[in-house]
């Protein structure tokens, strides 16, 4: 989409607001696409939510029906019910595409040694099983590099081709060279791409030492470009709040600012090669600091005519429940903002479990659907039936039918407007008694102890029914 390396700056803000016009028109036409499609993802069936459809949110409709006091909501997109995801142009990753013409994409990073050819090759399988749609393995020798030509020749022989990152880290250019011919995608460091030691009697970099370095960086970084664009393949610029460049570091500081000035450092230097397969990543161990990130960086692109795609993540976010809720805390908010077009849940555990993660940010969040969205009440003292039990009996028989949502609510009298959205409702009506709703409509009344098999009846007439 972004064509030529030295477009002037006002012409390139014109073709942006050009393109974001043009992506926000065709966006909707390629999620009709993908709706009426499906969009293949290993591991989990998927269908594409409702709202992401288009489809009017209540102050559209509202607007449109001419009530005027919504008109002040309906202009401010701080009240819509539907995410507006930032435009950004589509980088492609092997078979996967990135970028806000496509759903959310899902990562992940094996932890096996890249030279052990066979683990490798099976935590990539295993990963990719699971429902990762692009794994990453870390290069950090030349030896590795190579070892990736044979681990993708035996997931070719033996499984599929799966989308492939290989991340570089100090002075890897040869490293990141050779990993180009086996790899879909590279991640780079700017805070590590060209690393000079850090000298303990540093505390200024001039205007000319900033400049050299640039060079420098400049001269390595053009042969991978050239490669990866001659074989039409991604760069991560991938920027982390803890190994910034000292030069960064003491010009701008240890701050989200300094993250922004690495990037755009590298991005530039892309630009002037002409080359746009590019997604940028902000990471940072503390949720404030990344959302800041993220956020300036964003606007920045944007200000200056780069629609690059944004991978979200918060580094080291350690593990269990709270790993989970700190990695949720950060990335959830910038994907509701419309920022963020492929993610990772940074788990101190077995990445496998870092998958299920990342698909209940985007289900919660309405921007993919890859299982059935349970709608269920706390319980209280009102509730009709063991709340806990009825809902786990109603989710194992009913866990595979992914695109409906089925309420199970404790008593009617908060139960039928609480969940209204849902395909089917559960529904406590009397002691010993539920009733089941399609929809709106309660439907029948059946002995609590004949609910669950009378809600699959229900399903199964209207032919919503499949064999798990
Ligand atoms: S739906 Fe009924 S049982 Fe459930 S929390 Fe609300 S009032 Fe209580």
């Known amino acids: 989409m972004v064509q030529g390396g030295s477009l002037h700056r006002q012409h390139r803000q014109h073709l942006t607001n ?20 499906g969009v293949p993802v ?35 997109t701080r009240f ?29 990073m094996i932890n096996e040694d890249t030279l052990d050819i066979e683990g490798a090759t099976a935590g990539i399988r295993r990963l990719h099983e699971t429902g990762c749609e692009i794994v990453r393995v870390t290069v950090p020798s030349l030896a590795h590099a190579k070892a990736m030509g044979e681990i993708r020749k035996r997931l070719e022989d033996s499984y599929r081709p799966v989308p ?44 000319e030492e900033f400049a050299a370095i640039g060079e420098r960086i400049q001269q390595t970084l053009e042969p991978l470009v050239s490669l990866l664009r001659d074989q039409d393949k991604a760069l991560r610029i991938g920027v982390n709040h803890g190994s910034l460049a000292e030069r960064m570091l003491f010009t701008y ?50 200000a200056e005519g780069f629609p690059y795609p944004l991978h979200l993540g918060v580094t080291e976010a350690g593990d269990g429940d709270y790993g989970r809720i700190k990695s949720t805390a950060g990335i959830a908010p910038l994907l509701a903002e419309g920022i963020g077009d492929t993610i990772r849940v940074s788990l101190t555990e077995a990445p496998e479990k870092e998958i299920p993660v990342c698909y209940a940010i985007l289900q919660a969040l ?30 194992s028989a009913t866990a595979h039918l992914t695109g409906l949502d089925i309420a199970v609510m404790g008593c009617i009298v908060n139960g039928p407007g609480e969940m209204a959205d849902a395909d089917y409702g559960y529904v406590g009506k009397t002691p010993g008694t539920i009733s089941l709703y399609r929809g709106r409509d309660e439907i029948r009344r059946v002995p609590e ?20």
């Open 164 to 207: 492939l990152v290989a991340d570089v880290h100090h002075n890897g250019m040869k490293i990141a060279l050779e990993v180009a011919q086996h790899v879909d995608k590279v991640r780079i460091n700017p805070g590590l791409y060209v690393f000079d030691k850090p000298d303990p009697n540093r505390s200024v970099f001039s205007p």
């Open 18 to 37: 050009k393109r974001v016009r043009e992506a926000q028109g065709s966006s909707h036409a390629g999620w009709r696409r993908f709706a009426s499609s």
């Open 253 to 302: 500081g240890d701050t989200p600012l300094g993250m922004v000035e690495s990037a755009m450092e590298f991005i530039r230097l892309c630009d002037r090669l002409d080359f746009h397969n590019i997604v940028v990543s902000m990471k940072a161990s503390r949720a404030p600091v990344m959302m800041a990130a993220y956020r300036m960086m964003a606007a920045r692109m944007d």
């Open 449 to 468: 102890a004949e609910g669950v098999e009378a809600l699959i009846a229900l399903i199964r007439e209207d032919g919503r029914w499949v064999d798990p």
């Open 80 to 108: 819509d019910t539907v995410i507006r995801r930032r435009p950004t142009r589509s980088v492609r990753v092997g078979d996967i595409w990135i970028g806000s013409n496509h759903p959310v994409v899902v990562q992940s």
């Open 366 to 395: 309405g921007l993919r659907k890859t299982m059935v969205e349970y709608v269920a009440c706390p319980s209280c003292g009102r509730t009709l039936f063991n709340l806990e039990e009825v809902l786990q009996k109603v989710r």
């Open 42 to 76: 290993t591991g989990f069936s998927e269908t594409i939510p409702s709202a992401m459809t288009a489809a009017p949110s209540r102050t559209d409709a509202a607007a449109s029906a001419g009530h005027g006091a919504a008109s002040i909501e309906a202009s401010d």
